[in-house]
C-alpha cells in the first residue's frame, strides 16, 4: 500500500477517533462521570474496536500501544467536550435535544469511517484473501468501542437494543470489498455512504430487527411477581426494625 493511501486512512482514523471520543465523553458527562472516567469511557470508545480487531488478526502489540496517537487525541477531545460542558452546565431542554442529535452524528461518523480503516488494518496484516475475516475486522472495529462504552456506563450496547447499527456496519464493510477492485477512494465514499445512510434512516423511519414481544398476560405475570417480591421485602425490613426497637 502506498504512501498515498497510508496518508488518507490516518485522517479518516483520526476523524474517527475524535467522533467516538467525543460521544464516549458525551455518554460519561450524562451518566456523571468525573474528568477521570470522562477520559476513559472517551478513549475506550475511539480506540476499543481497534483493540479487539487487532486481538483477532494477531497483530501485536495492538496499533492504539505501537501509536499513542489515536489515544492521545481522544484523551484531548474527552477534556476539550469535559471543558465545553463545564462552562455551558446544564444538559437540558434544548441542550438535550442538541445532545441527542449528536450522539447520533458522531456516532455514525466513527461507525462509518473505523468500518472502513478496520478492513485496511487487517488487509494490512496481510489476511486480504479472507473476505469474511476482513468484514468481521470492519464490524468490531466499528462496533467495539461503543459497546465497551455502554457496558462500562451500565447500559444495555446499542448493538443489541437500538436501531440498526451493526448491520450497518457489515453493509458498509461488504460493499467496501464489492468496489476495492474500482480503487480506494470511491470503494471508500460509497461505503460511507451506505453506512451513513443505512444508519440514519432505520433511526428516522425507526427500522429494527425482529424483537420477540412477550404477551400481555406474562407481563402482568412478571409485574405481580416483582410486586410481591418487593412487599416481601418491605415486611422482612419492618420486622426487622421491630424487633431492633420493640418497645
Same mark, same amino acid.
Given at each position: ?18 467522533? &467516538? ?24 470508545? =475511539? ?34 467536550? &469535559? ?14 435535544? $442538541?445532545?441527542?442529535? =449528536? ?17 485496511? =488494518? ?29 457496558? &462500562? ?16 456496519? =457489515?453493509?458498509?464493510?461488504?460493499? &467496501? ?20 445512510? $443505512? ?49
Amino acid at each position: 500500500m502506498n504512501e498515498r493511501f497510508d496518508v488518507i486512512v490516518t485522517i479518516l482514523e483520526l476523524i474517527g477517533t475524535a467522533a &467516538f471520543a467525543a460521544s464516549g465523553a458525551l455518554t460519561a458527562i450524562k451518566r456523571r462521570f468525573d474528568l477521570f472516567g470522562v477520559i476513559i469511557i472517551g478513549v475506550t470508545t =475511539a480506540v476499543g474496536g481497534g483493540i479487539m480487531r487487532d486481538i483477532v488478526i494477531g497483530s501485536h502489540p495492538v496499533a492504539a500501544f505501537r501509536d499513542p496517537l489515536a489515544m492521545s487525541a481522544a484523551a484531548l477531545i474527552s477534556v476539550l467536550v &469535559f471543558a465545553a460542558l463545564a462552562v455551558k452546565g446544564d444538559l437540558g431542554g434544548k441542550a438535550l435535544k $442538541l445532545y441527542d442529535t =449528536a450522539m447520533l452524528m458522531l456516532d455514525t461518523i466513527g461507525l462509518g469511517i473505523f468500518t472502513v480503516t478496520g478492513i485496511t =488494518a487487517a488487509m494490512r496484516s496481510g489476511v486480504s484473501d479472507n473476505t469474511f475475516l476482513l468484514v468481521f475486522s470492519g464490524v468490531i472495529t466499528g462496533v467495539g468501542g461503543g459497546v465497551l462504552r455502554d457496558i &462500562f456506563v451500565n447500559k444495555k450496547p446499542e448493538i443489541f437494543v437500538g436501531n440498526i447499527y451493526a448491520c450497518a456496519s =457489515a453493509t458498509g464493510a461488504a460493499t &467496501f470489498l464489492l468496489c476495492y477492485g474500482m480503487s480506494f477512494m470511491p470503494a471508500c465514499m460509497v461505503s460511507l455512504v451506505v453506512t451513513f445512510s $443505512l444508519r440514519l434512516m432505520s433511526v428516522k423511519f425507526g427500522w429494527n430487527l425482529p424483537k420477540i414481544q412477550i404477551k400481555a398476560r406474562q407481563e402482568r405475570r412478571i409485574a405481580a411477581t416483582k410486586e410481591n417480591l418487593i412487599n416481601k421485602k418491605r415486611s422482612i425490613d419492618y420486622e426487622k426494625v421491630y424487633y431492633y426497637h420493640k418497645p
